[in-house]
């Protein structure tokens, strides 16, 4: 594995007295990239969020380092140690516990230290959940994310932030954890209603599952499946369309209505939006609209 790391990214330059930021693999070992292992065979030490992870990924590399404590609670009286490394011409690796580190976890003080201390700093860049629920989240509305990762634990702040999410039209990419992803499937629901929401739980792993529905569904669709609920989470709320014009939208309904007198909403959703373009998730919520409509004495 480290020749064939070494063939593949040796060639580069690998300057001394650098703080390398450095992409772990988010579940799968085999998402490491060979210049990734070339870089962490070569450094001089690795500061990392946890020992604890970053010790057995080593082991399974076939390497020894010195390892570097550095986490959310000491990330700035730490960056000194890291600093008195570089200034003796040695390179140090940098990693969170998966993933891109400064994405969401550690990492972005210790660059913005080591930048200020003169030193370079130089990206090695590899697996991001983010990026990777994007990729699979099938957004045809969006341009783009908003990347959110966690959202406050509770309280106002939880409630403002899930305000600004639902009345944000671009596509948001949202992290959380197992003991409060039943709760944000709720607050999703009541704030989003027929907007698409990915739901990618496990990525990578052995047991990921990626599934995509309406917000207002994803609480029932959860508790049908108590193993739904477990793992890591990375949530992308799909954009919505701006609001069309007065005649797109009667066309729409008219269209709407024709399907709706003979087909389930779903289905009569789906084929309008085959035959009209326009936004699934806009013609799901003025569906429902029609059918209360329609309902109503």
């Not at 998402?31 to 020992?51: F, P």
Request: charged share 20%; with cysteine; proline share 5%.
């Amino acid at each position: 594995m480290l020749l064939a790391a070494a063939a593949a990214a040796g060639h580069q330059q690998y300057p001394a007295s650098a703080l390398y930021v450095v992409a772990t693999p988010i579940g799968n070992l085999a998402d490491l990239t060979l210049r990734a292992i070339h870089v962490l065979s070569l450094v001089d030490a690795v500061a990392c969020e946890d020992t604890r992870h970053t010790a057995p990924l080593l082991r399974h590399l076939g390497l020894d380092k010195p390892l570097m404590a550095v986490h959310q609670h000491n990330e700035q009286s730490s960056a000194g140690d890291v600093i008195a490394r570089l200034i003796r011409g040695e390179r140090v690796a940098y990693v969170s516990d998966a993933g891109t580190p400064a994405v969401s976890d550690p990492g972005a003080a210790l660059v913005a230290a080591v930048n200020a201390a003169g030193h370079r700093v130089v990206a090695v860049p590899g697996v991001s959940s983010a990026i990777t629920a994007v990729s699979v989240a099938g957004d045809t509305v969006g341009a783009g994310f908003r990347f959110i990762g966690f959202l406050p634990a509770k309280g106002g702040e939880r409630t403002l932030a899930l305000q600004s999410l639902a009345a944000n039209l671009d596509t948001q990419v949202l992290f959380e954890a197992p003991h409060r992803i039943e709760s944000l499937l709720r607050s999703l629901g009541e704030c989003c209603g027929a907007r698409a929401v990915t739901v990618c739980r496990e990525l990578t792993k052995q047991f990921e599952s990626v599934v995509t529905r309406p917000a207002a569904e994803l609480a029932g669709w959860a508790a049908e499946d108590a193993n739904r609920l477990r793992g890591e989470f990375v949530l992308v709320v799909h954009a919505i369309a701006p609001s069309t014009s007065a005649d797109e939208s009667a066309q729409h309904d008219r269209v709407l209505r024709t399907l709706l007198d003979d087909l389930p909403l779903k289905q009569a959703v789906s084929l309008a939006a085959t035959l009209t373009g326009a936004p699934r998730n806009a013609l799901y919520a003025r569906a429902l609209e029609l059918k209360d409509a329609g309902a109503a004495p």
